[in-house]
C-alpha cells in the first residue's frame, strides 16, 4: 500500500429516529477509533439492506467495523423468543446479516463491537441470551447509567484469554481487564466461530473466525473507548489495520 494512501474502514449505520424523521446515525467514538487508532478513513454504510448497495460498498472498503449500539437484534433471526424491551433496528439487521457474509466471501477483514459482535454469531448461525443477568450464575454485565462515562467506561471485570488466541498475544497474559456494557450475550457460538476470551462466568468476550485466510474477529466489550490511552484496546486495532493492509 502506498505511504499516500490511507485504509477506507466501512461503518453500518443504526436507522434511528430523530423527531418525526428516519436518521442514519453513527457513534463518534467509533469514528474517532477509526480516524485516531488506525488513521484510517471512517465510511459510513447506510443501513439500506440493498444487495447492489452494498456490492458498491464493500468495493470502497478496505475493512468493516460493525459497532455497537443501543438497539438489539430481532430475535426471530436466531429463532429466539419475543423480546421484553422491543428496541430493534430491523434495517440494521437487514443490512448487517448479509454483508457478514459477502464481507467473508470478498475476503474484507471484519472487526466486531457489541451489537457488531452478536451480529456476527447470528449471521453465521449462533444464537444469543437476552438478559443475561437473569440467568443463575451468571453476572450482571451492564453499566450503570446514573454513573459518569468514565466510570461506566471503565474496567468492570478480569476477562480469561485462550492461551493461543490473539487478545492473549496482545495482552501478553492469560488475562486482561475490560469495561462491561451489555445486557445480551452468546448463548450458543457459531460453529464457525472460536472463543478467544470468556468473562469469569463463562460468557463468551471475544471470538475469531476459525480459519487461517480470513481476520473477522469480534469483542462483546468496547475497546473503541479512549483506544489511544489504553495499550490492550489500541492493540486490537492494530492487529485489525495489519489485516485491512496485507489484504491491500
Not at 81 to 109: S, V
Amino acid at each position: 500500500m502506498s505511504d499516500q494512501k490511507r485504509l477506507v474502514i466501512g461503518l453500518v449505520a443504526d436507522c434511528k429516529m430523530i423527531g418525526p424523521h428516519p436518521f442514519h446515525a453513527l457513534g463518534d467514538k467509533y469514528v474517532r477509533a477509526i480516524i485516531d487508532g488506525m488513521n484510517a478513513v471512517p465510511l459510513l454504510i447506510p443501513a439500506i439492506g440493498e444487495p447492489e448497495l452494498m456490492t458498491s460498498y464493500l468495493a470502497m472498503i478496505d475493512g468493516l467495523m460493525l459497532t455497537g449500539s443501543p438497539s438489539n437484534i430481532e430475535p426471530h433471526h436466531y429463532q429466539g423468543e419475543p423480546a421484553k424491551e422491543p428496541f430493534h433496528d430491523p434495517a440494521r439487521d437487514a443490512t448487517t446479516l448479509p454483508l457478514i457474509h459477502m464481507a467473508i466471501e470478498a475476503d474484507i477483514p471484519i472487526l466486531g463491537i457489541c451489537r457488531g459482535f452478536q451480529e456476527i454469531n447470528v449471521a453465521l448461525g449462533g444464537d444469543l441470551h437476552q438478559r443475561v443477568q437473569e440467568l443463575e450464575g451468571m453476572m450482571d454485565h451492564r453499566e450503570d447509567p446514573e454513573q459518569p462515562l468514565e466510570v461506566q467506561y471503565g474496567s468492570a471485570h478480569a476477562m480469561l484469554l485462550e492461551a493461543d488466541g490473539l487478545l492473549a498475544q496482545i495482552a501478553g497474559a492469560a488475562e486482561a481487564q475490560v469495561n462491561s456494557i451489555h445486557q445480551q450475550g452468546i448463548k450458543t457460538l457459531a460453529p464457525s466461530l472460536k472463543a478467544d476470551a470468556r468473562a469469569p462466568d463463562g460468557l463468551v468476550e471475544a471470538f475469531k473466525l476459525d480459519r487461517n485466510d480470513r481476520f473477522v474477529f469480534a469483542v462483546q466489550w468496547h475497546p473503541e473507548w479512549k483506544v489511544t490511552e489504553n495499550p490492550f484496546y489500541q492493540g486490537i486495532f492494530t492487529a485489525f489495520k495489519t489485516a485491512c493492509d496485507e489484504r491491500v
